[in-house]
């Protein structure tokens, strides 16, 4: 029998042998920490290590992933207080499509379960195997608030998001499990958050941009959301709903060459960040080589930074887009309203 070391989780002692797995050591203990791939990949598990050592797991210097690390010492472990992960069934109400290669699902759940932005859903269509997404904010006025809302990105063999609006329709029966996930927002009062999204990995973003202004409307953010075509930046209403305040930066990015928008830069969102300092937040979402990108330079800066790695369209043209949306994103008619206007329209929004 290995030695027995003494774990302080949340305040609370146990007994564990050394080369235990720290999760299985807590739940067996009774003490929940939320998981879910129990293979270091969700990052719902992550926990801070205040005091002693694990073996591998690591996360960054702090945390680590508690499915993946082996007690080898007495350990002091703090886990953020998350909801809990409930199972709730929901109905398929609407299928919008954002642009060719992206879909709006919306979901009508009996009662809007408890989540932290940033946060994601098993989504299950009955008949279809499981998926992750994370649910976000609407995109635009007017909405309804009562409905889940997923992006998805239409794969040309994917088993699930090939059958949207095929075999998935209004009235398709659906299973949530969730939430899930570590990638979520904290309240870090007055530091500047920069947030990073490739594809559909904007959902997450743009729930945890939204729920961030509505916490500090004069926080400062800057937003880099990027596609490879133009006409795949569905988010444009979105980044207008941003662009009223005048604390947020917004820089969209395409790595194909365009010619619709003088708005939209070219290259890697990684080319746009901002320099980054210690006293940052970043969240990155969407492509896996972007987010890890993206990890790493935030890591070289000292930043914190949040990442649940997401694999990741519509009738309206990438013309017609960015035709109203070009001016707001440079705020070319904002500048010219008083700034009192400004924050006048920011609260507005704040409020809603
Ligand atoms: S449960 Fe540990 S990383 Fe997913």
Request: glycine share 8%; net charge neutral; hydrophobic share 40%.
């Amino acid at each position: 029998m290995g030695k027995v070391c003494r774990l302080e989780i949340n305040g609370n002692a146990i007994s564990a042998r050394r080369g235990d797995l720290l999760l299985d050591a807590a739940l067996l203990n009774g003490i929940e920490i939320p998981y879910d791939c129990r293979s270091g990949l969700c990052g719902t598990c992550r926990v801070r290590v205040l005091d002693g050592r694990v073996f591998g797991g690591k996360a960054d210097a702090e945390t680590v992933y508690a499915c993946q690390s082996r007690i080898v010492s007495d350990l002091r472990i703090d886990v953020e207080d998350v909801p809990e992960t409930v199972t709730l069934p929901g109905v398929v109400a609407d299928l919008t499509p954002l642009a060719a290669d992206t879909c709006e699902v919306c979901i009508e759940v009996p009662e809007w379960p408890e989540y932290i932005p940033g946060q994601y859903y098993s989504v299950q269509f009955r008949g279809f195997p499981a998926r992750y997404f994370s649910p976000t904010a609407p995109l635009d006025w007017p909405y309804d608030e009562t409905l889940m809302r997923f992006h998805v990105t239409r794969l040309p063999n994917g088993r699930v998001s090939s059958a949207l609006g095929k075999r998935i329709r209004a009235g398709h029966r659906v299973k949530l499990e969730g939430p899930f996930g570590s990638a979520y927002l904290r309240p870090f009062h007055g530091q500047r958050l920069v947030l990073v999204a490739s594809g559909s990995g904007f959902a997450p973003i743009w729930s945890i941009a939204e729920a961030a202004i509505k916490m500090e409307p004069r926080r400062e953010i800057v937003l880099i959301v990027s596609s490879r075509r133009v006409a795949s930046l569905y988010m444009v209403p979105a980044l207008c709903r941003l662009a009223l305040f005048p604390n947020v930066t917004i820089i969209p990015v395409t790595s194909e060459a365009q010619d619709v928008t003088a708005a939209v830069r070219g290259g890697k969102p990684t080319d746009h960040l901002p320099a980054l300092t210690p006293h940052d937040i970043i969240f990155a979402a969407g492509a896996p080589e972007m987010v890890r990108a993206v990890a790493q330079i935030a890591a070289d800066a000292g930043a914190e930074c949040y990442s649940d790695p997401f694999e990741v369209a519509s009738h309206r043209t990438a013309a017609d887009l960015w035709s109203r949306a070009a001016d707001w994103i440079a705020n070319k008619p904002l500048v010219s309203r008083p700034m009192s206007q400004r924050r006048q329209a920011a609260a507005q929004y704040a409020g809603t």
